[in-house]
């Protein structure tokens, strides 16, 4: 269990005893506990009582129960609030855009349960006389909880990846299965998945399915549950050509509307997109240029303690240099992101002067001072020219005021995009799939943009932002806009997550060639300088 994970268990154990009105002194321990969790750089879960309790902020109560999860899988006092709180209104937690305090709000005053009674009771106007809300929460809040519902039933790729490989590693325990494949969503590498489906392929398929039984796994409907795992659906075969069948597109898919099975026969799974289908049909070569993990020489776009990482630069430094990168960027965040402790000048100079000393002590790795600067309302950027002519290169984003119009928000894009520090645009909408609609952007005016100033376009590859959609990417390779899979990683083990901006660029056939870190040290150099 990561420390994120066991991180969130505290987190909501706090919500729910503010939501019941407990002790405000222990919620407040609680939600601290989240915080100094989060913030630790190696797992609390291997941690010993000793250990755990000589960390600021994690006493002996927190340590125990720490254990116990680590013991049980479960928090005693977590379960006994999750019986006295509605099963609605803990989906309300997972709301954006509605604290505690105002699910604590509706639920006792307008005796709503759920996200669904809170959206009628939004569209019934029963909040704008509420206190804490108004008019202009109740419009946002509509749209949060209609994002919310037709999102609930799905969940990011990365997390039905990891459980759909935990169910295969349970599955061919049994001696009757031969093999497993992914299917739908998790065989497309979509970056959504609805539901995990998996083929069993099997001589005996009666067999299998009792084994499968006694593996653990329930019977319920069209789905087989799993108490550790969740939900899957399994399609017990016992010929490969059935496998070939479960992983065709339905007809009424648009691709198989204008090509036959046959036409797309030799196309991966997971490149049966009709785009680009359409960009291999007329550039027959462009398989063999497609991305992939081992072309990735630097890993640029990552933080350090110094804003909001979970670990220093010298770790950040030492971590890249094990996973084999030629160089690595760091972008810790701008002064303008006080939530994330972003650097002020002196700050962000005086990494710049570590960084400096990191490439004299050794030559195993280039370490490039970088920044995340946030883009500001009006398109500028966090830090007077003096200051970024300082650094190597440096990531434009957005993290604050994502509710303008479409207009506005591409405007400010493109200003940032034509300031001369900029070199890199950072999560082009920020998005949180699953949690928060993406800033609405005239997407072929900010590529447009980017490939007239020489920017680069982040594919931030965090499964929870996938952004710039890979939808887009086709419209890149169009403009011959290069992009950059970068981590954003606030973690050392997050470099891993590159592979899921790879598996996005593949689904648009995206070639190696316009991928920033394919780029050797001396060519990446080369682009930085030119």
Same mark, same amino acid.
């Given at each position: 269990?990561?420390?994120?994970?066991?991180?969130?268990?505290?987190?909501?154990?706090?919500?729910?005893?503010?939501?019941?009105?407990?002790?405000?002194? $222990?919620?407040?321990?609680?939600?601290?506990?989240?915080?100094?969790?989060?913030?630790?750089?190696?797992?609390?879960?291997?941690?010993?009582?000793?250990?755990?309790?000589?960390?600021?902020?994690?006493?002996?109560?927190?340590?125990?129960?720490?254990?116990?999860?680590?013991?049980?899988? &479960?928090?005693?006092?977590?379960?006994?609030?999750?019986?006295?709180?509605?099963?609605?209104?803990?989906?309300?937690?997972?709301?954006?855009?509605?604290?505690? $305090? $105002?699910?604590?709000?509706?639920?006792?005053?307008?005796?709503?349960?759920?996200?669904?009674?809170?959206?009628?009771?939004?569209?019934?106007?029963?909040?704008?006389?509420?206190?804490?809300?108004?008019? $202009?929460?109740?419009?946002?809040?509509?749209?949060?909880?209609?994002?919310?519902?037709?999102?609930?039933?799905?969940?990011?790729?990365?997390?039905?990846?990891?459980?759909?490989?935990?169910?295969?590693?349970?599955?061919?325990?049994?001696?009757?299965?031969?093999?497993?494949?992914?299917?739908?969503?998790?065989?497309?590498?979509?970056? =959504?998945?609805?539901?995990?489906?998996?083929?069993?392929?099997?001589?005996?398929?009666?067999? *299998?399915?009792?084994?499968?039984?006694?593996?653990?796994?329930?019977?319920?409907?069209?789905? &087989?549950?799993?108490?550790?795992?969740?939900?899957?659906?399994?399609?017990?075969?016992?010929?490969?050509?059935?496998?070939?069948?479960?992983?065709?597109?339905?007809?009424?898919?648009?691709?198989?509307?204008?090509?036959?099975?046959?036409?797309?026969?030799?196309?991966?799974?997971?490149?049966?997109?009709?785009?680009?289908?359409?960009?291999?049909?007329?550039?027959?070569?462009? =398989?063999?240029?497609?991305?992939?993990?081992?072309?990735?020489?630097?890993?640029?776009?990552?933080?350090?303690?110094?804003?909001?990482?979970?670990?220093?630069?010298?770790?950040?430094?030492?971590?890249?240099?094990?996973?084999?990168?030629?160089?690595?960027?760091?972008?810790?965040?701008?002064?303008?992101?006080?939530? *994330?402790?972003?650097?002020?000048?002196?700050?962000?100079?005086?990494?710049?002067?570590?960084?400096?000393?990191?490439?004299?002590?050794?030559?195993?790795?280039?370490?490039?001072?970088?920044?995340?600067?946030?883009?500001?309302?009006?398109?500028?950027?966090?830090?007077?020219?003096?200051?970024?002519?300082?650094?190597?290169?440096?990531? *434009?984003?957005?993290?604050?005021?994502?509710?303008?119009?479409?207009?506005?928000?591409?405007?400010?894009?493109?200003?940032?995009?034509?300031?001369?520090?900029?070199?890199?645009?950072?999560?082009?909408?920020?998005?949180?799939?699953?949690?928060?609609?993406?800033?609405?952007?005239?997407?072929?005016?900010?590529?447009?943009?980017?490939?007239?100033?020489?920017?680069?376009?982040?594919?931030?590859?965090?499964?929870?932002?996938?952004?710039?959609?890979?939808?887009?990417?086709?419209?890149?390779?169009?403009?011959?806009?290069?992009?950059?899979?970068?981590?954003?990683?606030?973690?050392?083990?997050?470099?891993?997550?590159?592979?899921?901006?790879?598996?996005? *660029?593949?689904?648009?056939?995206?070639?190696?060639?316009?991928?920033?870190?394919?780029? &050797?040290?001396?060519?990446?150099?080369?682009?930085?300088?030119?």
């Amino acid at each position: 269990m990561t420390n994120k994970q066991v991180a969130n268990k505290f987190k909501l154990l706090g919500d729910l005893m503010e939501l019941l009105q407990e002790n405000p002194f $222990k919620y407040r321990s609680y939600h601290n506990a989240y915080r100094v969790i989060r913030a630790q750089p190696e797992p609390v879960i291997d941690q010993s009582i000793e250990q755990l309790e000589s960390v600021k902020g994690i006493g002996k109560a927190i340590a125990d129960k720490i254990h116990q999860l680590r013991d049980t899988g &479960t928090i005693t006092t977590l379960d006994k609030m999750l019986e006295q709180t509605p099963p609605g209104i803990v989906k309300l937690l997972g709301v954006k855009g509605i604290g505690v $305090k $105002k699910i604590s709000a509706v639920w006792r005053e307008l005796e709503v349960t759920s996200p669904g009674e809170l959206l009628y009771a939004c569209q019934e106007n029963r909040l704008v006389e509420l206190k804490g809300f108004g008019a $202009k929460t109740q419009e946002k809040l509509i749209d949060q909880l209609e994002y919310y519902l037709a999102t609930e039933e799905s969940m990011l790729y990365a997390i039905a990846e990891e459980a759909a490989t935990q169910c295969i590693e349970i599955l061919m325990e049994s001696e009757t299965i031969e093999s497993v494949h992914f299917i739908g969503d998790l065989l497309r590498q979509n970056q =959504i998945v609805s539901e995990i489906e998996l083929a069993i392929l099997t001589d005996d398929i009666r067999d *299998a399915a009792e084994e499968v039984q006694e593996l653990g796994f329930v019977s319920n409907g069209e789905y &087989t549950s799993h108490p550790d795992l969740g939900d899957f659906v399994f399609h017990f075969i016992n010929d490969e050509d059935h496998l070939e069948e479960l992983s065709q597109l339905p007809l009424e898919h648009p691709v198989m509307t204008k090509y036959s099975a046959d036409d797309i026969a030799d196309i991966p799974y997971h490149m049966q997109e009709l785009s680009t289908i359409e960009y291999l049909k007329s550039h027959p070569d462009a =398989i063999n240029h497609v991305i992939s993990d081992a072309d990735l020489r630097g890993c640029i776009h990552n933080h350090t303690t110094a804003s909001d990482g979970s670990h220093t630069l010298e770790q950040m430094v030492d971590q890249a240099t094990l996973n084999g990168y030629e160089y690595l960027v760091i972008s810790d965040h701008s002064k303008s992101a006080f939530y *994330a402790n972003g650097l002020k000048e002196e700050r962000l100079l005086e990494q710049g002067k570590s960084i400096d000393q990191i490439n004299a002590d050794q030559s195993k790795i280039k370490v490039y001072k970088s920044v995340e600067s946030d883009i500001l309302n009006d398109g500028g950027l966090d830090y007077d020219q003096d200051i970024l002519d300082q650094l190597d290169l440096v990531i *434009a984003s957005v993290h604050s005021n994502l509710g303008m119009d479409e207009s506005k928000a591409t405007h400010r894009l493109i200003k940032a995009i034509e300031h001369p520090a900029t070199r890199i645009l950072g999560h082009p909408t920020g998005r949180l799939l699953l949690a928060r609609k993406g800033y609405p952007i005239d997407y072929a005016k900010v590529i447009d943009a980017c490939q007239a100033n020489g920017v680069v376009v982040e594919m931030n590859a965090n499964p929870h932002r996938l952004d710039i959609d890979w939808t887009w990417l086709d419209y890149c390779i169009k403009r011959r806009v290069m992009i950059s899979i970068n981590p954003d990683a606030h973690h050392r083990d997050s470099y891993t997550q590159m592979r899921y901006g790879v598996l996005m *660029a593949q689904k648009a056939a995206f070639p190696r060639e316009l991928v920033l870190n394919t780029k &050797t040290l001396t060519e990446f150099e080369q682009w930085r300088v030119g």
